[in-house]
């Protein structure tokens, strides 16, 4: 795993956004964990605007987003 800190913006959107501080190649399970958030069963995760999961490992300056997932017709 790479040393060092990395900082990711992390929120559920719409909604308040927070930088967190943790472990340069750290995952987004481990980030949520930091940040006091879960994700629902109805729920998704972007990174940058594209879809993500609980094991993409991260490298900082990320911007990652729980959004709804939307059911189409």
């Not at 964990?33 to 991260?58: C, D, F, H, Y």
């Amino acid at each position: 795993m790479p040393t060092g800190q990395i900082f990711v913006r992390v929120g559920r959107y719409p909604g308040a956004v927070q930088e967190v501080g943790l472990a340069a190649g750290s995952t987004i399970a481990q980030l949520l964990e930091l940040a006091g958030l879960t994700l629902g069963a109805q729920e998704a995760i972007e990174i940058n605007g594209s879809r993500g999961n609980m094991q993409t490992t991260l490298r900082g300056d990320e911007s990652v987003s729980i959004i709804t997932n939307i059911k189409g017709n």
